[in-house]
């Protein structure tokens, strides 16, 4: 097995190649909301990440997942080590890292907080998965809460005292959030009485804070059915009454044995088995679902940001493997006397070893310009440049959360498949590392739900507004790239691509305001697809762009630069041209899977 010193989780020439060359972090120092930071704070971040991650993180991967959480007296007993590791994850600032200095936080630029996470979540995704969850919980709180939630459950979750959580998902009910029966009955003393289960929930239980708040959809009795008849509620697993924490009947019933993520427990929950389950509104009733897309989005990035980083891990894994296994010999070399050679000098070795790399550092391109946005969306100076961001934002958070999960599959996969027989075994890191990434093309939205939401809403939305400003991003890419001497044809070739892409989105889009929305939405997936494969490719002729001006400037490593020359050539070259094959079937409108009937199977 790769010792886990030697596996550097990111690499930190990419991330600071991401921030500073592709994009120009420092810049958002100018700012009101970061004037504070500079340059210098934002590497003082990044360090502390990245030294905890690799050198405290890392070390407990394999013992986490070997040792899964167990069910006992009614209690879920995490891994001993989350007693040491999440204070001192608090300690790092992660829990309030991007919040207002009012409410304890740093307020650091999402840019270069999911960055720094993505160590953290490559070191060990489980243990980080807490302090996401946990953040995202008081977040809502902090924006939709009264003062005194505020005060009595916002502020021990960001000081790390409680831990949080996102309970949405029912057994009857699964993605379908129109269907959510857990009830909330006034208790005439201003909380609610909550009756319901949930499942699936992550993190529901543990014992290493004294409680967890469970940030929960219910249906006010008497609300109307569907998504509009829901409530936003935070229902800690112990109340505090009296000046002490009392039961507030939530029992586990049950923990979920899933085949990754083995350090973050997945449970099933009932509210108010003897009738003593108290709730708080947070926000205003019947608008729980908007409240909750808050986390959901902020959510989707983290998944994202999984996706990337458990891909990157792997492939550093896959890189260090296939740089010291000696086996084979070049073809031209015919004497078998001669020394074996590290199996990185293969091409088909290199052929996997490129394409993890240009799935990994291309996907982390996209969730450095989501982020980005995000931002700008939040602190922009002028009010349509927060608008304009904003679009930009949603349209690119569904792929954001995809492309990583579903590419990044591939890539672990990848991992396994250069290490030969001994990744089909436990005993190396990219056969844990896959069972793991496979879960976040089902975390928040299904592959097949984010694709419905990006044809069905976010390109569409207001009049196309989203789709042409990210054509424009689009054309300026394109021409930063022809300012710097990349390859022209790279340029042409993504403006055809994006061109097909409005024309064809236009066409769906007219079919589902002439009442075809079954036609319009019947290849939402490949749809996903091709814009995932389009917005991936935009990424890499940023990179290549910046790579073009850091060899014009000299200094530094030309190597580092070529390489990210080849992976773009890779990727412009082999996946854009998908574009239109997948473009060409959306437009065809074929319905195999759509008239297939059930008894056909």
């Given at each position: 097995m790769t010792a886990p010193a030697s596996n550097p989780l990111l690499s930190d020439r990419d991330v600071d190649f991401q921030l500073y060359e592709v994009l120009d972090a420092a810049s958002l120092c100018q700012l009101p909301a970061f004037a504070d930071h500079s340059r210098e704070t934002f590497t003082l971040f990044l360090d502390?990440?990245?030294?905890?991650a690799r050198d405290v993180l890392f070390p407990t991967y394999r013992l986490m997942d070997t040792e899964p959480p167990a069910f006992r007296d009614g209690r879920v007993h995490v891994h001993p080590l989350m007693r040491k590791l999440y204070p001192r994850l608090v300690e790092l600032g992660l829990l309030s890292a991007t919040r207002p200095v009012d409410v304890g936080g740093q307020q650091l630029p999402l840019t270069v907080y999911s960055l720094a996470s993505a160590y953290l979540m490559a070191g060990n995704l489980s243990a980080y998965g807490y302090i996401g969850l946990t953040s995202g919980a008081a977040h809502l709180i902090e924006a939709f809460g009264t003062p005194a939630l505020k005060d009595t459950l916002m502020s021990r979750m960001y000081e790390g005292?409680?831990?949080?959580?996102?309970?949405?998902?029912?057994?009857q009910a699964g993605s379908s959030l129109a269907d959510v029966r857990t009830k909330a009955?006034?208790?005439?003393?201003g909380t609610w009485r909550i009756s319901g289960s949930k499942i699936f929930i992550s993190g529901g239980d543990q014992d290493f804070t004294e409680n967890v708040v469970h940030l929960?959809?219910?249906r006010i009795e008497g609300a109307p059915a569907g998504v509009k008849g829901l409530?936003?509620?935070a229902v800690p697993a112990r109340r505090p009454e009296g000046g002490r924490l009392v039961d507030n009947d939530v029992r586990v019933a049950g923990v979920i044995h899933k085949i990754g993520w083995k350090g973050l427990p997945s449970l099933a929950l009932n509210y108010g088995e003897v009738g003593d389950c108290r709730g708080w509104l947070v926000g205003e009733a019947g608008k729980g679902l908007a409240h909750m897309f808050q986390m959901m989005n902020e959510a989707r990035i983290m998944v994202g940001l999984n996706g990337v980083a458990t891909a990157s891990v792997a492939y550093h894994e896959s890189l260090a493997y296939a740089q010291s296994r000696p086996q084979g010999r070049p073809s031209t070399e015919k004497d078998p006397a001669r020394p074996q050679r590290p199996i990185i000098e293969h091409a088909d070795v290199r052929r996997m070893l490129l394409r993890q790399k240009a799935i990994v550092e291309g996907g982390l391109s996209l969730l450095a310009a989501a982020s980005w946005h995000a931002d700008l969306a939040a602190h922009g100076k002028t009010e349509e440049e927060r608008r304009r961001a904003g679009l930009l934002l949603d349209l690119l958070t569904p792929l954001a959360k995809t492309f990583p999960a579903e590419k990044g599959f591939e890539a672990n996969s990848l991992a396994v498949q250069v290490h030969g027989g001994y990744g089909y075994s436990s005993e190396y890191l990219p056969e844990a590392l896959l069972r793991d990434q496979k879960l976040n093309s089902i975390h928040?939205?299904?592959?097949?739900?984010q694709g419905l939401d990006l044809l069905g809403r976010k390109v569409v939305a207001a009049g196309g507004a989203a789709l042409q400003a990210f054509s424009e991003e689009v054309g300026a890419t394109v021409e930063r790239a022809r300012r710097a001497g990349v390859d022209p044809a790279w340029g042409e070739a993504l403006s055809r691509a994006m061109q097909e892409v409005v024309e064809l989105t236009m066409e769906l889009g007219a079919a589902g305001m002439s009442g075809e929305v079954e036609r319009m939405l019947r290849h939402s997936a490949h749809y996903?697809?091709?814009f995932s494969t389009l917005a991936v490719a935009w990424r890499w002729l940023a990179q290549a762009a910046a790579a073009r001006e850091g060899l014009a400037r000299g200094g530094g490593s030309p190597d580092f630069y070529e390489g990210k020359l080849a992976a773009a050539q890779y990727w412009m070259l082999t996946e854009l041209p998908r574009v239109s094959n997948l473009v060409a079937l959306c437009r065809s409108g074929e319905d195999s899977y759509t008239r297939m009937r059930p008894e056909w199977f």
């Open positions: 502390s990440t990245r030294r905890f005292e409680w831990t949080g959580t996102m309970a949405l998902t029912e057994p009955t006034p208790a005439g003393d929960t959809l219910a409530s936003l509620f928040e939205g299904t592959t097949g739900i996903m697809e091709l």
